[in-house]
């Protein structure tokens, strides 16, 4: 399985797509989802099955129409799929896989390109330039700046609070972090 995500801030709403693959020796399976940023919302789905076990696989397909307009969060993928695919003999398993690969990772994916958009780039530790601070000073800084954030902080090992370094926090302290950011995108800013 794969996931990749393009993401379209210029563009009224602010949108990204994302495609979840399953390539496998029985299934080329692909999920296209456009998700208005604002509202976290599917705008649009497309399935596309290239190779599935079974002639019959393809079937399922239709009975994924009704994505377009809901929201785009694993508890709401849950419920939809109760709701819309009660019977198991409606739906495809992995169909349902793509979608929560698809779902799980991508506010991940986008806090790591707003944090690309958001962090001065001589702090960024993507960004390799004259300018830019040395890699490690950019690294622990950044790691800070992830771990200042609400939601962030003690989420998993490595956004322990065991890890904070104040002094690499002064760095970037003045950035806005990952919830405000993610807000902001829903307050359509």
């Not at 029985?26 to 099955?49: G, M, N, R, V």
């Not at 958001?118 to 330039?129: A, G, M, R, V």
């Not at 405000?180 to 829903?186: A, D, I, K, V």
Request: one cysteine or more; aromatic letters at 12%.
């Amino acid at each position: 399985m794969s996931v990749s995500f393009w993401w379209f801030f210029d563009s009224l709403p602010q949108k990204a797509v994302v495609e979840s693959k399953i390539y496998d020796r029985y299934h080329d399976i692909s999920l296209l989802l456009e998700i208005d940023l604002s509202k976290q919302t599917i705008i649009e789905s497309e399935i596309e099955e290239r190779r599935t076990p079974f002639s019959s696989c393809p079937g399922a397909i239709t009975n994924y129409d009704f994505l377009n307009g809901k929201k785009f969060n694993r508890p709401a993928l849950e419920i939809m799929l109760r709701e819309h695919i009660p019977l198991s003999k409606n739906g495809c398993i992995r169909i349902d896989q793509l979608l929560f690969y698809a779902v799980d990772n991508f506010i991940s994916a986008l806090g790591y390109e707003l944090k690309s958009r958001q962090l001065p780039k001589e702090w960024n530790e993507e960004y390799h330039s004259q300018e830019s601070k040395p890699f490690a000073e950019r690294s622990a800084a950044v790691h800070q700046w992830w771990i200042k954030d609400r939601v962030m902080k003690n989420s998993c090992f490595t956004m322990s609070a065991d890890f904070e370094n104040l002094e690499a926090r002064e760095k970037l302290n003045t950035s806005l972090s990952i919830t405000p950011l993610l807000l902001g995108l829903r307050k359509g800013k």
